[in-house]
């Protein structure tokens, strides 16, 4: 097997369901936390569930945060999910975390409201702002699975390719040149979301 | 705006999917793969799978079950049964459920769920809480562990509240009284518990018509429903109560 693609592994939460996605997508990947391996990726998925500052401190004490930094200026193809499409901005207010920074903007934490719960937990829709390779072929307003507390506020509304409403509308998906990045989890949105992930893996930015 | 979520439960015994009523009589209906894969198919958004053995010597076959179920199913399922430790929920995670659902362990040892949600997240500890009524409670409602065989002194609406404080991302609540019954949901205690939790409230027990549902999402203010009979024996599939349900206003996931 092929490691072009590669699938970050950081100590946030549990990669199996990324990782079966991807078998049953028939892709070759190899799942790593080397900065060397990481770098050399020819396409690369930050997954990730948990919490921000534990994130980044990882990835700083990993030297995984230059990789990947270095990674994305090279300009191959990037799929940040759940987590992984929150540390890519500049900032959480997940404990006040600094993050990575790739897209100016800030992770803000939903506000619980009567019959509004948080997490934001369960199955919702995604419209569409722009079309992009990596809705190809998905209907505009396709459920997908979420769980979240925290959501990005981008900073250029052009970034945002799909948006969702939980209460206020937020960035449900984001992406800029050969960045993109999901708030919800593909590889647990069924038909569509192995859809996006196969699009992913076929995506030339 | 967030669709409501069906999620069918499946009781797995040496293998084998099984369903009692009220916990009691309890007769194999089929492979727990295969039943996975169907209900995916069908547009299930969720399943969990109980260990109703939990015997030390049985728990492999149970892992290798869970494992099997999470190479074909691409939506999130919880796993129960017997979790006693944060260890064991790290087994069943890397076999690849999303979440682990612990009950009567977290009553015995609450730290259980806080060990859980500090691990691992509040998203992947769900607490299974048992209730029935009693009126000598403050809520009206008391809480049974070991099946529904052992009455506690919790109350399950301050069970509820402390099982939040310490991390659970969401609450399967069981009536004991509705279970097994087809006769509908709980729904006083389905809104009283889902009413004063911020987190989402899973309503199980008593689903027989794909009304119960309906009843349990617009009077109980469920954020989900289990169902298990109405489903397993056929006599309903889950795009016909999807289907009844968005008819009636309830969003639901119906591609």
Partial sequence: MSADLVVVDYLAGNLRSVETALQHLGAGFKISGSPGEVAAAERLIVPGVGEARAAMEQLCESGLDQAIDGFWRAGRPLLGICLGCQIIFDRSEERSTHCLGFLGGAVRRFTPAPGRKVPHMGWNRVFFRRSHPLFSGIADGAFFYFVHSYYPKPAEAEVVIGECEYGPRFAAAVARDNLAACQFHPEKSAENGLKLLANFLSWKP | ?255
């Avoid at chain 2, 310490?166 to 509908?184: K, R, Y």
């Fill in chain 2, 1 to 255: 705006m967030l669709a409501k979520r069906i999620i069918v439960c499946l009781d797995v015994r040496d293998g084998q999917t099984t369903k009692g009523v009220r916990f009691r009589d309890n007769r194999d209906i089929g492979d727990p793969v295969e039943m996975a894969r169907s209900y995916y198919e069908q547009g299930v958004d969720e399943l969990v799978f109980y260990d109703i053995t939990a015997s030390a010597e049985r728990r492999g076959i149970f892992l290798d079950v869970v494992e099997r179920v999470a190479r074909v199913i691409f939506v999130p399922f919880a796993v129960g049964g017997g979790i006693s430790t944060v260890e064991q929920m790290r087994e069943v995670l890397l076999a690849g459920a999303e979440k682990v659902s612990v009950n009567s362990q977290a009553v015995r040892n609450p730290k259980l769920i806080a060990g859980g949600a500090e691990q691992f997240g509040s998203q992947c500890v769900v607490l299974g809480l048992d209730a029935a009524r009693d009126p000598q409670m403050p809520s009206g409602y008391r809480v049974f562990i070991d099946g529904g065989r052992l009455a506690t002194d919790l109350d399950a609406l301050a069970w509820a509240l402390e099982a939040e404080q310490l991390g659970a991302g969401e609450i399967v609540l069981n009536s004991i009284d509705a279970d097994g019954s087809q006769d509908g949901y709980e729904l006083n205690l389905t809104r009283l518990i889902s009413g004063s939790v911020s987190i989402p409230v899973v309503a199980s027990g008593g689903a027989g018509h794909p009304g119960h549902l309906q009843e349990v999402f617009e009077q109980g203010l469920a954020d989900a429903a289990l169902v298990a009979s109405m489903v397993h024996f056929g006599t309903y599939s889950i795009g016909q109560i999807k289907s009844y349900l968005r008819d009636r206003g309830i969003p639901v996931r119906l591609e």
